[in-house]
């Protein structure tokens, strides 16, 4: 099993950037799939990025591409979201999620998830 918990979310300005930071438990954390994810106000939960249990695939929404950072740090058991540029559209709750799958991550389909962390960005 593996618990998530994310960090570094905040209120910041439009143009600010923020990196969000998931923790994992577990000793196993380096063979998992990580996705980030966030949901706003009255939308649905959309994919923000992933990243292969290596760190050597990742995928980011068009809507973030040249933005934003995956990376992750197996040895720490972290996945980071660099964010910059930050736009009043990003602003919502950000979840990390992880799973042996690639594929359950990518359909939002992951079997762990953490709780969340808000981001706002002001106009």
């Known amino acids: 099993q593996v618990q998530l918990v994310e960090s570094g979310g905040g209120l910041v300005q439009a143009g600010a950037s923020l990196r969000l930071s998931c923790a994992a438990s577990?000793?196993?954390?380096?063979?998992?799939?990580i996705g980030w994810f966030r949901q706003a106000p009255g939308k649905e939960r959309e994919v923000v990025a992933g990243?292969?249990?290596?760190?050597?695939?990742?995928n980011y929404a068009d809507s973030v591409k040249g933005r934003f950072t995956i990376s992750r740090d197996n040895a720490k058991n972290t996945v980071t979201l660099q964010m910059n540029s930050l736009k009043p559209d990003d602003t919502a709750v950000y979840s990390c999620?992880?799973?042996?799958?690639?594929?359950?991550?990518?359909?939002?389909?992951?079997?762990?998830w953490g709780q969340g962390t808000q981001v706002t960005v002001s106009s």
């Open positions: 999620a992880a799973d042996l799958s690639r594929e359950k991550v990518r359909m939002g389909r992951a079997d762990y």
């Open positions: 577990g000793r196993t954390f380096s063979i998992y799939n």
């Open positions: 990243i292969s249990w290596s760190g050597a695939d990742t």
